[in-house]
C-alpha cells in the first residue's frame, strides 16, 4: 500500500478506507485496554493520532513504542470524536521501522534553546523547529516567485572569489596550501600564486559585485546563496554562514529600490500568512504572543522613510530627554541595534527605511551625494531586527568610483572588471541585500540567529 503523509491524512473524510501512515512517535498515553499514540512525520505540525487495541497487538511490540521510535501503522481511517481531530486511525499493523533509545534528548517538553542547540541533529524533530524549518522553506518559494513574477533572473554569483565585496576584510580564505609548510615568496610571505587559483582567494561576502554585471547586461536579477564572514560578532542576529537575496536593477534610483524592497518584503510576510498558517499559530501561542500581530501591522503600514541625519537627529534628542543607550551615538558612528530599534519600535513604531549614511561607515560602491560626505544608503530597520536590508544606488562614475576605491587603499588587480562596467555603457543602477535568516527570525518570532539555521555557523561553533 502507498503511504499517505500526515498533511494530506488529516484532509481526508473518505472514512472506513484503510491507509499507511508513517513517522515518529511524539507521545504515547492510553490504559490497560487502549494505546493512543501521537504520530508525526514533519509533513504538518499535526500529528495524527493512532488508536491501538492492546489485545489486538503483541505486549513486545507496543514496549518499543516509546517516544521518538519510527513506525509504519496501518489501519483504518476514522472521524475522530475528540475535540480539534479531524480523524484517527484505528490501527490495524504496527511495524517498529526505528525504536528509540531511552536518551532520545528530544523527550521532555520545555527544553531551553539553548540545550536544544547543543542537540541540533534531533532538534529538528520538535514541534518548534519543524514549523520555523517548514516557513524558512515557504519564505524561499516566496522569494523566487516574487521575482520571478517580476521579470527578475535568478543569478548564480562565486562562492570563491578573490574579492572583497564590502571592502571590510571579513573573509575566510580559501586555500590548499599546507599551513606548517607553505611556499614563501621573496618578501618571505605566502607564495599564494603557488596556490590552487593562482592567487589569494576566499568565500564570498556578497555576491553583489558580480551581479551588477548581470543587472548591467540581463537588466535585473537576484542572487540567492550562502555567503560568509568572518566578523567576530557574538550576537543573536549575526551568523559567520548565512543566505542572502541580492536583487541588482539597471535604471533603478534609490527611491525605486526603496518601493523594491517594500514590496518585495511584504510580499514574503504575506506569503507566509496565506500559506504558513498553522505554523504561525503554534509560534503565536508558544513561543511570541505578539507574532500575528506584528506581521499584520507591517503588512498595514507604509514604512517610515527618512535620511541617517534626521534619525541622528532623533536619537540625540532622545538620549536628551533621559533614554540611555548602551553606545554612543552622533553624526558619523555607525547605528548599533539598540538605535534602530528606538527608531521602528518607539520613536515610529513602524518599519523605518534610512537613507544617505556618511560615505565613511558605507561601502566604497554606494553613489556618492552632491554634498562630499553622505552616500544614497538605504537600510529597512524592523521591529525585533533592527537591519533587514542593506542596499544602495550605485556609484555608476567610473571616475568617482576609481577616486573611491583608491582613498581607501583597495587592491585594484582584482577590481578592474568591476569599473569595467563603468567604462562601457555605464547607467543608474541600484539594489539591496536581505538577510534571509533575519527575515526568517521576524516571520517566526525567534530571537535567535542560530535557531533559525538547521545547523548554524557562528564563533567557535560548527558542530553538525
Ligand atoms: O548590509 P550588508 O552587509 O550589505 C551587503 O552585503 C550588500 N552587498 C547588499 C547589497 O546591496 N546587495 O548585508 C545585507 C544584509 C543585512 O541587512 C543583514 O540582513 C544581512 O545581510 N547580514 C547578516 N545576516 C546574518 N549574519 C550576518 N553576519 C550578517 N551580515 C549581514
Ligand atoms: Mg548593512
Redesign the pocket.
Known amino acids: 500500500m502507498k503511504r499517505t503523509k500526515i498533511t494530506d491524512l488529516l484532509r481526508r473524510t473518505d472514512y472506513g478506507t484503510e491507509v499507511l501512515v508513517k513517522g515518529w512517535v511524539r507521545t504515547k498515553r492510553g490504559s490497560k485496554a487502549v494505546n493512543f499514540i501521537a504520530l508525526n512525520d514533519g509533513s504538518t505540525i499535526k500529528n495524527v493520532q493512532v488508536v491501538a487495541d492492546v489485545a489486538d497487538f503483541d505486549e513486545e511490540l507496543l514496549k518499543q513504542v516509546t517516544t521518538g521510535a519510527c513506525l509504519a501503522v496501518t489501519g483504518t481511517l476514522v472521524e475522530s470524536p475528540g475535540a480539534g481531530q479531524s480523524s484517527e486511525v484505528h490501527a490495524t499493523a504496527i511495524e517498529v521501522l526505528g525504536t528509540c533509545d531511552a536518551d532520545y534528548p528530544m523527550q521532555k517538553k520545555g527544553q531551553s534553546f539553548e540545550f536544544m542547540r547543543k542537540n541540533a541533529h534531533m532538534r529538528l524533530r520538535t514541534n518548534t523547529f519543524g514549523a520555523v524549518f517548514r516557513i524558512r522553506h515557504h519564505m524561499a518559494m516566496a522569494i523566487h516567485t516574487f521575482f520571478h513574477e517580476h521579470g527578475f533572473f535568478y543569478f548564480h554569483t562565486p562562492i570563491i572569489t578573490a574579492s572583497d ?2 571592502g571590510a576584510g571579513e573573509m575566510f580564505r580559501v586555500s590548499v596550501l599546507d599551513p606548517d609548510n607553505a611556499p614563501r615568496n621573496d618578501e618571505g610571505r605566502v607564495d599564494y600564486a603557488q596556490d590552487f587559483f593562482g592567487k589569494q582567494t576566499s568565500l564570498t ?2 555576491g ?1 559585485l558580480e ?1 551588477e554585471l548581470g543587472a548591467t547586461a540581463l537588466g535585473a536579477i537576484y542572487t540567492f546563496g550562502p ?1 560568509f ?1 568572518a ?1 567576530n ?1 557574538n550576537t543573536p ?4 554562514e ?1 543566505w ?1 537575496i ?1 536583487p ?1 536593477m539597471a535604471f533603478y534610483d534609490i527611491t525605486d529600490n526603496m518601493d523594491l524592497a517594500e514590496e518585495f518584503i511584504k510580499y514574503c510576510v504575506r506569503w507566509a500568512l496565506d500559506n504558513c498558517a498553522d505554523d504561525l499559530d503554534f509560534l503565536n501561542r508558544m513561543i511570541d504572543k505578539g507574532l500575528l500581530e506584528r506581521l499584520h501591522f507591517v503588512l498595514e503600514h507604509d514604512f517610515v522613510r527618512l535620511t541617517y541625519t534626521e534619525g541622528i537627529a532623533i536619537l540625540e534628542q532622545a538620549v536628551r530627554d533621559g533614554h540611555k543607550f548602551e553606545f554612543p551615538v552622533s553624526w558619523g558612528t555607525d547605528l548599533a541595534s539598540e538605535h534602530e530599534r528606538y527608531l521602528v519600535e518607539h520613536h515610529f513604531k513602524r518599519p523605518v527605511i534610512l537613507t544617505d549614511y556618511p560615505k565613511e561607515i558605507k ?1 566604497f560602491y554606494m553613489k556618492q551625494n552632491d554634498d562630499g560626505k553622505t552616500v544614497r544608503a538605504m ?1 529597512v530597520l524592523f521591529p525585533g531586527i533592527g ?6 544606488e550605485r556609484e555608476a562614475d567610473h571616475a568617482k568610483l576609481l577616486n573611491r576605491i583608491n582613498e581607501l587603499g583597495i587592491p585594484m588587480k582584482d577590481m578592474w572588471w568591476y569599473l569595467d562596467t563603468r567604462r562601457f555603457g555605464t547607467c543608474p543602477h541600484s ?5 534571509f ?2 527575515l526568517i527570525m521576524f516571520v517566526t518570532g525567534m530571537q535567535n ?1 542560530r535557531d533559525v539555521i538547521p545547523f548554524p555557523r557562528t564563533t567557535g561553533t560548527a558542530e553538525f
Open positions: 565585496a564590502e561576502v556578497s553583489q551581479g555567503t564572514r566578523e560578532s542576529r549575526h551568523a559567520a548565512f542572502m541580492e541588482e561601502a537600510d537591519e533587514i536590508i542593506g542596499g544602495s539594489g539591496f541585500g536581505l538577510g535568516e533575519r540567529i
